[in-house]
């Protein structure tokens, strides 16, 4: 006799964090984050200013560090804990590599000081935002099937992946906006020495990096 199948998991992170379990909130923040920065990106990109290339260049390395160690690290995690998700790993991989395209042509833009800017923004925006969504609704529900531990044990890999340069951006970037709880439940996830450079000396850099796209 087989148990109570469990309901299907619809939520998006599109609508914020508040329907989604604690333990997806540290993976939903980055998304958030990068449709963030798109919508900033798109809304500069008719006047550019200059001082935005290294903002841009921070963004982009987030984002490929980000689904590269999807790719290589949480992909192959999850297909071993769930058989039911090796074929839609290809279909997200297929999805990377058009969101790569897009930001090549964005940093084509930004490197012609802004000539070609606005379409490119634009068409990288609308990318972005449906493989975002095509994402979470493949992995969400296998995160929900997974449960808290096992999905954080997969979740440490990945972050220990990040390349230095990722790895001091990562922390004020993801908290840029973010709520207070939702910052705290992150942050319980980060050692403790950490969590305070990320939240001082690194932050500061941040603010920094994002002051050049904004003023």
């Known amino acids: 006799m087989t148990g109570t199948p469990r309901p299907s998991f619809s939520s998006s992170s599109e609508n914020g964090l508040a329907a989604l379990p604690p333990h997806f909130h540290g993976f939903a923040l980055m998304h958030i984050a990068m449709r963030r920065d798109a919508a ?10 200059g001082g935005g290339a290294e903002w841009w260049q921070r963004l982009r390395e987030v984002i490929e560090w980000h689904h590269t160690s ?32 897009a930001m090549a042509a964005v940093s084509t833009a930004v490197g012609r000081g802004g000539d070609g800017l ?8 609308e990318i972005l935002h449906g493989h975002l ?9 296998v995160f929900d ?28 970037w993801m908290f840029d906006g973010a709520s207070r709880e939702s ?33």
């Open 40 to 49: 900033r990106l798109r809304a500069a990109a008719p006047a550019w200013r």
């Open 70 to 101: 999807e790719d290589d690290v949480l992909w192959p995690g999850l297909r071993r804990r769930d058989a039911d998700f090796d074929a839609q790993a290809r279909e997200l991989h297929d999805d990377h590599e058009e969101l790569d395209a």
């Open 118 to 125: 606005a379409p490119a923004a634009k068409a990288f925006e």
């Open 133 to 141: 969504r095509d994402e979470e609704r493949v992995v969400f529900p």
């Open 145 to 172: 099937r997974l449960g808290e531990r096992a999905y954080l044990a997969e979740e440490r890999k990945v972050v220990s992946s990040a390349p230095m340069r990722v790895m001091t951006y990562l922390q004020p």
């Open 183 to 215: 910052v705290s439940h992150v942050s319980s996830t980060i050692p403790p020495p950490v969590r305070l450079i990320g939240a001082t000396l690194l932050r500061k850099r941040y603010e920094r990096t994002l002051k050049g796209l904004l003023t």
